[in-house]
């Protein structure tokens, strides 16, 4: 049970005790008053209901209205057990929140741990703000790459051509293929790009056979 759930339990306990208390004291001054009354069946009954509560509403009950809540079976007795059990609970509540010192602690350690985040999260601003500038550098790189790819292609269709048409005894070469390994490296890097873009994590795994591939 952390801190929170304790105070919010304390604070439960406490609403039970209250309400608990305020019909605890109903139900001893109803009893006097009915003790000072004539010992009759009636008021003898009512002042069992008062000590024991109604266990049986076929019996009927008392026509004092200020009795009705009896109807719950919450006598006087079973009231003041109520609350016997709910002040020893809270006492083993209270008694099990941290000291005061416990708490400037455990706050110092917070500030010290938020002062970490802080500075973990510079760095990793740092990071992606470096890493960005990379990939700018890249692109360059990127975009040469695929406008070569097409020159190679435009260049094999033409010579395929002219020597479709005059049936020329000229070999085609075929469009350069990246190796298997190549094209491994590029899949596991594609993956581990898009992961630490959008997320800022990266797979120590990929990241490894990346390492390992070169």
């Known amino acids: 049970m952390t801190v929170k ?18 019909w605890h004291a109903v139900l001893e001054a109803k009893r006097k008053e009915y003790m000072r009354l004539e010992p009759d069946a ?10 024991h509560g109604l266990t049986r ?17 919450r006598g006087r007795r079973r009231c003041m057990e109520e609350i016997l059990e709910l002040e020893e609970r809270r006492e083993l509540l209270v008694a099990d929140l941290p000291t005061e010192a416990e708490l400037m602690a455990a706050e110092r350690d917070a500030h010290t741990r938020a002062a970490t985040l802080k500075a973990a999260t510079t760095a990793a601003v740092e990071a992606r703000v470096k890493f960005a500038a990379a990939l700018d550098q890249v692109l360059p790189l990127g975009r040469k790459l695929a406008a070569a790819t097409a020159d190679v292609k435009a260049a094999r269709a033409s010579l ?41 994590e990266a797979d120590d795994a990929a990241l490894r056979e990346l390492q390992g591939a070169r």
């Open 160 to 200: 395929a051509e002219v020597v479709r048409e005059f049936d020329l005894d000229i070999a085609v070469p075929s469009l350069p293929q990246p190796s298997g390994e190549e094209t491994r490296r590029s899949f596991v890097f594609s993956r581990w790009l898009d992961q630490l873009s959008t997320t800022g």
């Open 42 to 51: 009636t008021n003898r009954w009512v002042l069992s209901c008062i000590e």
């Open 5 to 22: 759930e304790r105070r919010l339990a304390i604070r439960d306990v406490e609403y039970q005790l209250a309400s608990l208390k305020k």
């Open 57 to 73: 509403l076929a019996d009927g009950e008392p026509e004092d209205v200020e009795l009705r809540p009896l109807r719950s079976g």
